[in-house]
């Protein structure tokens, strides 16, 4: 059996040596496959897994509870609070971006994507399993969101594939996920863990929303950067429409998919509230690595 992970000061200590082993397990469990006939062995070793990242998830919930109780029940006071965090959430203050931006060189840049590439749990599936039994007007909405990620049915414009041709362009290759930083592969088991468990949909809600609402100038700075070291116009797409197609999607999702919620049942607010700032805490960790590894003061 695997251990319960106990909530630490020192996250590295106790959470991070987990997250390569539940990386390989989302890898594995969210690809099509075939019946087996050591099903039962399968789903024996499934369930450890699951149980581990329940733990992950009950931990991660606990380092931000004290803020996530900060936000109002009322809704309109909600959305204000929630609106605000692309302004005092976590990571959202770092100047990682504008380094990027305006001084990474080729090979730093490359470093960068090949962390955001292994990390990326892709927005499209995480938004297909979190709507699965959702009211009407979030799904719709959630369903338009879904339909522009999938580029509205035509295969040049769908989302997941421009950020693969961006590894691509810098001729990253196949990449071993034990040799992928801990943090971005936290941040996709995260986002995973929410969406593939109901218990957690309302917090799946809100962090797709916080992706929504922080990625544009985040977006925008690293197209600055690949723009300025040369990287084709291909290359620079999936940044620069996340740069300015995710104002809207945030828009929208903040109106029709939030609002409607809260009207549902106002207790959504702290799940709510608890996810959006459970994906800000694991990428501002992100940040902080990235700025170590670069030695940005």
């Excluded at 929630?82 to 380094?99: I, M, V």
């Excluded at 104002?247 to 999702?253: T, V």
């Excluded at 607010?269 to 694991?282: P, S, T, V």
């Amino acid at each position: 059996m695997i251990p319960a992970l106990k909530l630490n000061s020192n996250i590295e200590t106790q959470l991070w040596p987990a997250h390569h082993r539940l990386a390989k397990f989302n890898t594995s469990r969210l690809n099509p496959q075939f019946p087996t006939e050591n099903w039962r062995t399968t789903m024996t070793a499934n369930l450890e897994f699951q149980l581990l990242e329940r733990e992950m998830l009950e931990m991660e919930r606990r380092l931000i509870q004290p803020q996530a109780r900060t936000a109002p029940r009322e809704k309109y006071a909600f959305m204000k609070w929630f609106e605000e965090l692309k302004l005092d959430g976590p990571g959202q203050n770092t100047t990682l971006f504008d380094w990027l931006a305006n001084e990474a060189d080729y090979e730093q840049m490359r470093w960068f994507i090949r962390q955001e590439v292994a990390g990326e749990a892709g927005f499209e599936d995480l938004t297909a399993l979190t709507q699965v039994k959702v009211t009407t007007q979030p799904k719709l909405e959630m369903a338009r969101n879904y339909w522009d990620e999938m580029g509205r049915g035509r295969e040049p414009g769908m989302h997941g594939p421009m950020l693969t041709k961006v590894a691509q362009e810098f001729e990253l290759g196949e990449y071993n996920i034990d040799d992928i930083e801990i943090e971005p592969l936290a941040l996709g088991n995260v986002l995973v863990g929410m969406a593939m468990t109901r218990e957690y949909a309302y917090h799946s809600i809100g962090a797709l929303g916080a992706v929504e609402l922080t990625a544009p100038g985040r977006a925008k700075l690293v197209y600055e950067g690949l723009k300025r070291l040369g990287v084709s116009s291909e290359g620079q797409r999936y940044y620069l429409l996340h740069s300015a197609l995710d104002i809207k999607h945030s828009e929208d999702w903040n109106r029709d998919v939030l609002m409607p919620l809260l009207d549902e049942d106002p207790r959504c607010a702290q799940a709510i509230a608890e996810g959006a700032l459970m994906r800000l805490n694991a990428g501002a960790r992100c940040f902080e690595k990235y700025r170590r590894h670069y030695g940005l003061a």
